[in-house]
Structure formats: structure tokens, C-alpha cells
């Protein structure tokens, strides 16, 4: 019974040590102008980019949230790189692809000018 004890202990005590994450905890997704196998290719890429990134970048255990949120940054990096969606502050997912308008021509005349009524 002790045996089983202390190998149940040393089986928990190096899974709290485990800082690796399993994957990228944010939402990426494809750019109009690439298919789904694209899409995929580029995600196993950046996936094994970044892991070999993160675990040469551990020197000492740090918390699983410290690591999985290095890992988020690298991998939002590298699929961005590469043209996809990644999320930005405040829930917006950027495309590198954004429609561009450009400016009115300056003959243009100004738009009318309202007036707002007073309130009672």
C-alpha cells in the first residue's frame, strides 16, 4: 500500500510541475483569402514553432498561467504573420486584410449642416 502511495505522489507532485500548455487558449481565425487546409497547415506550423519556443524560453518553472500566456503571444504572432485573424483588447478579431478607404476627394463638397432644435 505504501508503494502505491508514494508512486500516486510522485505521479502528482510532477504533473503540478508540468508548466507546458497543450495548445493555444485563444481564437484565431482564417483569412478570407486562404482554404481550410491552409488554415490548418499554418496552425500546425505556428503551433510547433511556438512550443519549441516556449520550452527553449523556460529556464526555471513558471506557472502554468505565465506559460500558457507566453505561448498565446507567440502564436498569435506567427499566425498573424502569416495573414489570419487574431484577437486584439477588447474582443476584436484584426484582419491584416482590412478594406482601406481612402479619403473624399478635396472638390467635395461639405455635407449639409443641421441644426438641432432646442429642447423644451
Known sequence: MLQILTILISVFLLSACSTMPSGPSVLVLPSADKNFD????????????????VVSSQQEADSKDEAQQSYD???IQCMYSKGHQVPVPGGVMYDMQQEWNPPPPPDMPAPPQTTNPKRP
Open 38 to 53: 491552409q488554415f490548418h497547415n499554418d496552425d500546425l506550423i505556428c503551433r510547433q514553432l511556438t512550443h519549441t519556443q
Open 73 to 75: 503571444i507567440i502564436y
